[in-house]
T-cell receptor, first 112, second 113 residues
Framework: NAGVTQTPKFQVLKTGQSMTLQCAQD?????MSWYRQDPGMGLRLIHY???????DQGEVPNGYNVSRSTTEDFPLRLLSAAPSQTSVYFC???????????FGQGTRLTVV | GENVEQHPSTLSVQEGDSAVIKCTYS??????FPWYKQELGKGPQLIID?????GEKKDQRIAVTLNKTAKHFSLHITETQPEDSAVYFC????????????FGKGTMLLVSP
């Protein structure tokens, strides 16, 4: 049982490049979310999804896109990377609202 | 939207001592309050949660208390051990609509042997 799998674990991008952070879960959870973690800022919600085909913005959505075509996958796209997007990104899933959220191991992204 | 404040940002204790981390929330409609532990290089992991119809919940050395009137909740760890050293996050969410978790900024707990 893999839980929540994020790829890649590390990535270095040049300013202006685009990339997709992958997130997959094998628990058939409806809710999936993307967070970024910066020193002293805690976990801030970027985008979330409450089921296939349904996504919405969180606290810090600018510069990021998401889609949810299947229950299992919830990729996060950086359209044109900026140094301000240097962060650790976590994907999480939960069966429904107000239940345990299971986090992936994170992706450490550096934009130079 | 919801705002969660967490204190202290760092906490150092001796092994065997108790540790208390406090959080306040702003939205009285919030009714679910989980606590997560994050070890170095890993994702956060749920350690305990409480819902607004309960004032206190315990799980071995860990307990959480909730004061709805004052809008604050606390994590209590007794008989701390070095393996308790980690970053702890509190969070809050509402049981309505597409509610999402709002996290505090975290507390780094250091337990010295």
């Amino acid at each position: 049982n893999a839980g929540v799998t994020q790829t890649p674990k590390f990535q270095v991008l040049k300013t202006g490049q685009s990339m997709t952070l992958q997130c997959a879960q094998d628990m058939n959870h409806e809710y999936m979310s993307w967070y970024r973690q910066d020193p002293g800022m805690g976990l801030r919600l970027i985008h979330y999804s409450v089921g296939a085909g349904i996504t919405d913005q969180g606290e810090v959505p600018n510069g990021y896109n998401v889609s949810r075509s299947t229950t299992e996958d919830f990729p996060l796209r950086l359209l044109s990377a900026a140094p301000s997007q240097t962060s650790v990104y976590f994907c999480a899933s939960s069966p429904t609202r107000n239940t345990e959220a299971f986090f992936g191991q994170g992706t450490r992204l550096t934009v130079v | 939207g919801e705002n969660v404040e967490q204190h202290p940002s760092t906490l150092s204790v001796q092994e065997g001592d108790s540790a208390v981390i406090k959080c306040t929330y702003s939205d009285s409609a919030s009714n679910y309050f989980p606590w997560y532990k994050q070890e170095l290089g890993k994702g956060p992991q749920l350690i305990i949660d409480i819902r607004s119809n309960v004032g206190e919940k315990k799980d071995q050395r860990i307990a959480v208390t909730l004061n709805k009137t004052a809008k604050h909740f606390s994590l209590h760890i007794t008989e701390t051990q070095p393996e308790d050293s980690a970053v702890y996050f509190c969070a809050a969410s509402m049981n309505s609509g597409y509610s999402t978790l709002t996290f505090g900024k975290g507390t780094m707990l250091l337990v010295s042997p």
